[in-house]
């Protein structure tokens, strides 16, 4: 019997199957091996369903907050009241690609001042961003198509319109997760147990472990890699004059000439170079 991961509590996982989401632990071999079930793991069960016997193999894992095989990662951001940081939304976007996640920047309170300026920042990144108008439903149709057939979560700091976001897509959605942590005996922004629910046609991780926006916590990218988690740089890999350019202060570095001719934004492209430096001061010891 096969399923995935909806949450693990107190060492005891629950697993949807196709007979029903069963009450179940984990083999100690796990424990041995240096691993740890979370939610979204695909798992094999034992023949009477009480035992978790194999991690399916992963696409993903994030350790905080833990979820394996995430496809979607929805970054909202609001135009205004909080103003969003590029360089945050830049963070997270990288930690989604580095992650071989999809990232999608949703914008929200476009009734209270322009989204132009991000709009902008992200026209050339290949990165999708969509509006949100919750008067109208524009947007949350394109959202819906996302999530269909998907394991998402969505993240954004508080005040950007999250909870408004998700009773718009599934009002049973927020209901659900309300109830689940009144059940647990903790405040909905305190809890930290990763739960996954059907909705939409795919599937929602309920995250609070990305309800601030936090990237190193997800993930700590290489300062080789880096270039790898800005898609619009990519046209560019193998035309710099140098081998191993940096895209910093080489000369003959084509992704530089893609920011002098207006194909990257600078916003994007300063994001880089502070991601860069912060990751070559990095020690290769710490987490």
């Known amino acids: 019997m096969t399923g995935y991961i909806t949450k693990g509590i107190g060492g005891f996982y629950y697993v949807r199957t196709a007979a ?3 009450e179940c632990r984990a ?19 034992s023949a009477d369903g009480a035992a978790i016997e194999e991690i399916l193999p992963r696409k993903n894992v994030f350790i905080r907050p833990p979820i394996a095989n995430l496809d979607v990662l929805f970054i909202v951001a609001s135009t205004t009241q909080p103003v969003p940081s590029t360089r945050i939304l ?6 989604a690609v580095y992650q071989d996640v999809q990232p999608v ?3 929200t309170k476009s009734d209270l001042a322009a989204a132009d300026r991000l709009l ?3 026209a050339k990144s290949t990165i999708p961003v969509i509006p949100l108008h919750y ?5 949350l149709d394109a959202v819906r198509a996302r999530i269909r057939g998907s394991l998402c979560a969505f993240c954004g700091n508080s005040g950007v319109g999250k909870s408004t976001l998700l009773n718009a897509l599934d009002p049973a959605l927020r209901r659900e997760t309300g109830a689940i942590s009144q059940k647990l005996g903790r405040g909905r922004h305190t809890t930290r147990e990763v739960e996954i629910f059907e909705s939409c046609g795919g599937r929602i991780a309920d995250t609070p472990g990305f309800a601030s926006l936090e990237a190193q916590k997800l993930v ?4 080789e890699e880096l270039q790898h988690a800005f898609p619009e740089f990519a046209p560019y890999f193998g035309r710099c004059r140098f081998t191993g350019c940096s895209h910093r202060s080489e000369a003959g570095c084509a992704v530089r000439a893609a920011l002098d001719a207006g194909d990257i934004a600078p916003s994007r492209y300063e994001s880089y170079l502070a991601m860069y430096e912060e990751a070559s001061q990095r020690k290769e010891w710490e987490p």
Not at 135 to 139: K, L
């Open 220 to 223: 700590r990218i290489p300062k």
């Open 90 to 95: 830049d963070e997270l976007t990288a930690a």
């Open 105 to 107: 920047l949703l914008i």
């Open 20 to 22: 029903g989401v069963v």
């Open 120 to 122: 902008a920042c992200y």
């Open 135 to 139: 008067d109208t439903g524009e947007g």
């Open 27 to 45: 083999r100690g071999i796990f424990r041995k091996r240096g691993l740890t079930p979370v939610a979204g793991d695909n798992v094999r069960l």
